[in-house]
């Protein structure tokens, strides 16, 4: 009642009319205001929030300073006589200690006949315990201490990352050298981590995005390079124990491992530990990746069915660069004017000008170690697939013909500028980035040259990389949607290529 009786008094208080003074000629006189039609423009203008003829709004009035000069703080770098390296980080804000260990070989490593041995390798290895501990006492030693170890695998490493409370650290520190240095992997474990893949390769055609994600890099680097490969039922079961135990003899050595520790701790004392824990381990042989060929998606309209969805994924696919290509910094400011976000050329004409697509964006990527994937990717409904493709190509057009402006390039310099720094405004993402550029090769300022790299990009620069990388005739189209609601047939851009995606069934079924 209260709640009513209040709207009912604001109701009033908005609809009441003005009050006028006896005898007044109108109400500016009543009220001492000016007519409106007396008032200069300008002001009228700034009274009304609009913008003032000859005065720029306000926003572009505030001062932008220049950024600071950036220099992180960098963590104490350590190598042991047997080829570990090791990366400390103190930060004393709060009472906890974080770790990680990684070490070289991953996916693209694995045999082909065994896709997937290093998925499950991440996940056993933590879930299969120790020689004295089971996975499930793990579990209860850990979460009474408010603490974690656990691991993982990737494309080109493996992962043991621990956390703990200060007063924790003696207890944890321990459990992970022990998972280290004497994994079980057993059987039991392998068997659930295997029932719980096969249920992923079981639903792997359900998400449009997953399949689109999956078919290009296959038509980026080709379905049997190691970069592309996905696990299958067959490979799946041929991964052994015995497999995940060599592949732990074979990595897992001070040659191949970087640490990195950040937190409440006195270095000096954390090295001590280091070095009594692992100083005395036989160095071992760093494991040399294989150089793998890379060669351009073969141009064409590929298309995979999937008749129960009422959009279309696009991919328009090539191959990208790695960060040691000295164009890196250039291409990265061309790839936020074209599709690095709201403000980018494709966002603001595929989406808001012309309303094709859900999401679009993308531009010439790259990985630090290899090629990455040049990729422009939307999500369009059915009817306008073929018009979204066509949008695309004038954009990609429109840049390699017109160029860019001085305006676009400063806008985009300023966005990457800016938030480069948030993702570097922790000691923690500041020791993850240094690890990384430890076991790719790169300098140990490179987060300084990325930021000198960008500043230093000419509008000449970005125009040269614009004509370079991106070559829309020549990119694969890859289409996954339902045909039937496509308002144009995909064949107006070309001889389509269909992809097929089913799952091969499981060893021995019928």
């Not at 030693?141 to 992962?159: P, Q």
């Not at 009594?276 to 060929?293: H, I, N």
């Not at 985009?412 to 430890?438: C, G, P, Q, T």
């Not at 004509?467 to 496509?486: C, D, T, W």
Request: aromatic fraction near 8%; charged fraction near 25%; glycine fraction near 8%.
């Amino acid at each position: 009642m209260r709640i009513q009786l209040l709207v009912a008094s604001l109701l009033l208080c908005c609809c009441a009319a003005p009050a006028q003074t006896t005898g007044a000629k109108n109400p500016t006189q009543a009220t001492g205001a000016q007519n409106p039609a007396q008032i200069p423009p300008a002001r009228s203008a700034q009274r009304r929030g609009l913008p003032t003829p000859g005065i720029p709004p306000s926003w572009k009035r505030v001062t932008v300073r220049p950024l600071r000069e950036f220099k992180p703080q960098e963590p104490k770098r350590i190598q042991f006589e047997n080829g570990l390296i090791v990366f400390l980080q103190e930060d004393h804000e709060l009472p906890l200690i974080d770790g990680t260990i990684r070490i070289r070989g991953g996916s693209r490593d694995e045999p082909a006949p065994k896709i997937g041995l290093v998925t499950i390798y991440g996940e056993v290895w933590r879930t299969g315990g120790t020689k004295t501990r089971t996975g499930d006492q793990l579990d209860d030693f850990l979460e009474s201490r408010a603490a974690r170890v656990e691991t993982s695998g990737s494309l080109d490493s493996t992962f043991l990352a621990w956390s703990s409370l200060k007063e924790q650290f003696d207890q944890v520190f321990p459990v992970m050298v022990d998972l280290l240095q004497n994994p079980e992997f057993r059987e039991d474990k392998i068997k659930l981590a295997k029932n719980q893949i096969d249920s992923v390769i079981s639903r792997r055609n359900d998400d449009i995005d997953e399949i689109a994600g999956r078919e290009s890099a296959k038509l980026a680097y080709g379905g049997d390079s190691p970069y592309a490969r996905t696990p299958e039922y067959a490979t799946i079961a041929a991964v052994t124990r015995d497999d995940l135990i060599n592949w732990h003899q074979r990595t897992v050595v001070p040659a191949n491992m970087i640490i990195g520790i950040t937190g409440d701790f006195d270095s000096a004392a954390m090295e001590q530990k280091l070095r009594q824990a692992f100083g005395q381990l036989p160095k071992g042989e760093r494991l040399q990746s294989t150089q793998t060929p890379f060669r351009r998606p073969r141009p064409g309209v590929y298309f995979i069915e999937k008749d129960d969805v009422n959009q279309s994924d696009i991919s328009m696919i090539d191959l990208g660069i790695d960060r040691h290509n000295p164009d890196y910094f250039a291409v990265v400011a061309m790839n936020e004017i074209l599709g690095g976000g709201f403000s980018s050329r494709l966002f603001a004409k595929i989406r808001t000008k012309e309303g094709l697509a859900y999401a679009v964006g993308g531009g010439v990527g790259s990985s630090f170690d290899h090629p990455g994937i040049a990729r422009i990717g939307l999500s369009t409904k059915s009817a306008t697939t073929v018009r979204s493709i066509e949008a695309v190509h004038e954009e990609l057009s429109r840049i390699i013909t017109d160029g860019v402006t001085a305006d676009e390039l400063k806008k985009a310099k300023d966005s990457i500028l800016n938030s480069f720094i948030f993702e570097f405004d922790s000691k923690d993402k500041v020791l993850a980035e240094r690890m990384r550029y430890e076991f790719y090769g790169y300098p140990p300022n490179f987060l300084e040259l990325f930021r000198a790299g960008i500043e230093k990009v000419t509008t000449e620069d970005v125009n040269r990389v614009a004509k370079k990388y991106l070559h829309p005739e020549q990119m694969a189209i890859l289409v996954v949607g339902n045909s039937r609601e496509f308002g144009h047939p995909l064949s107006s851009l070309g001889t389509v290529i269909p992809i097929d995606v089913s799952i091969p069934g499981k060893p021995g079924s019928m």
